[in-house]
């Protein structure tokens, strides 16, 4: 079936289907604390099983339906990604799919080993983001909680340069009396690179994290503390809904960006869905419930059908979690919100 690309469907609040972002497993090789808690994701936790898993066919096909809806971005995620088995197949069936302009990864960067970051260069990746939340063995050990070295994920970021990926971002998740002290290493680390750091504020995704106000930093103090060492200056936007606001350095060493999702929320612009490692679709990070495609997919339904399933589903959307925060946590309850793990971040 041809895609019409002048076809967008559009939520309650006029706001598009851009980004896709598809969670690929529920499982990863790191336990950090702020994700997946040891103490909730230990051995008897019971992540999907494979049959519930949705084939890299399935996923390939579900991305093709999002895209008929307007979708253009693809974002691979997880749990960790890059344990998903022939990833790259995946990933060489979705740049292929017609409308879909850009197809990025977010990764431990625990895997990252040259090869691999050759293969998933050559399959059509486009971008990549690693998560490292401290350069200090001490304080990123503590948060990925199995003993992960810093310098390894550091090497998978050298290995990802080397096999052509540019203007890789590196995530930071920054927790109040956790790795805040990591904050200017990380911005030091990083100038005079082509790598661009972005901080995230701790966010009260699930209901495992132990998420708490008061451990989230406001991104304009990091800016105050950042600034008061390296002057930095605003930059605009890349595009209209963008989510990390952009800053670069004044002596010319390079760019970084603040994600506000607690204390700016971008609600106004958020193009983004989310599909589970099960097929399920979410219209929001910090969901309840999510609309299931598997099924149908599964009992034989055309894309037509699909597309229509999705399309209600999009123009039913009303989410603004973050707008509306200290409300909704009290509306939400009795429902847990779904774990980042399951939808990815
Ligand atoms: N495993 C991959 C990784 O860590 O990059 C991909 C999945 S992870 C869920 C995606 C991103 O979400 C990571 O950058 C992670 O730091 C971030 N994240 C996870 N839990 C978070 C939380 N509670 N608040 C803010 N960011 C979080
Ligand atoms: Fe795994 Fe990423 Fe969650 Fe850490 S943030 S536990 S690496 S999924
Ligand atoms: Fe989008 Fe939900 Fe985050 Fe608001 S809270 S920006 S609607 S994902």
């Known amino acids: ?15 598009p289907i851009r980004d896709l972002r598809i969670s690929v497993t529920d499982r990863c090789n790191f336990r950090c604390t702020y994700c997946m808690p040891r103490e909730v994701f230990g051995p008897g936790y019971a992540f999907v099983s494979r049959d519930q898993l949705l084939t890299l066919e399935e996923i390939a096909r579900i991305t093709k339906v999002f895209a008929m809806a307007g979708m253009r971005k693809v974002r691979i995620t997880g749990g960790e990604p890059m ?7 995946l ?3 979705i740049a292929a799919i017609d409308g879909v302009e850009d197809i990025s990864m977010t990764t431990n960067g625990s895997m990252l080993s040259a090869g691999r970051a050759r293969e998933l260069k050559r399959a059509g990746l486009k971008r990549l983001t690693v998560s490292l939340d401290a350069l200090d063995d001490e304080t990123f050990k503590r948060i990925n909680d ?8 550091l090497d998978g970021i050298e290995n990802a340069r080397a096999a052509g990926f540019v203007g890789i971002k590196v995530n930071a998740v920054v927790r109040r009396n956790f790795n805040e002290h990591a904050v200017l290493p990380l911005v030091e680390q990083f100038r005079h690179t082509d790598c661009i750091v972005r901080f995230i504020e701790f966010m009260d995704v699930g209901e495992t994290n132990g998420w708490n106000l008061e451990d989230v930093i406001p991104a304009r103090e990091l800016v105050r503390q950042i600034q008061a060492r390296y002057p930095m200056e605003p930059v605009s936007p890349n595009y209209q809904g963008e989510v990390a606001k952009r800053w670069r350095y004044r002596d010319g060493a390079g760019e970084i960006g603040f994600i506000t ?3 700016e929320s971008f609600c106004g612009g958020c193009s983004r869905a989310r599909l589970s490692a099960v ?3 979410y219209t929001c990070l910090f969901g ?22 999705l399309t209600q589903v999009w123009q039913g959307r009303t989410d603004r979690y973050s707008e509306l925060r200290s409300q909704y946590s009290q509306a939400v309850q009795g429902r847990p919100k779904v774990e980042m793990s399951h939808i990815g971040g």
């Open 91 to 93: 990933i060489a069936m």
């Open 288 to 309: 309840t419930e999510g609309h299931d495609l598997r099924a149908p997919l599964r009992s034989g339904a055309s894309d037509a059908q699909l597309l229509r399933q």
């Open 1 to 15: 079936m041809r895609v019409d690309t002048a076809h967008s469907v559009t939520d309650t609040r006029n706001r």
């Open 261 to 263: 999702s607690v204390t």
């Open 146 to 153: 199995v003993d992960y070295p810093p310098s390894r994920v």
């Open 83 to 89: 344990i998903r088995r022939n990833l790259e197949h």
């Open 279 to 281: 097929g399920q679709v």
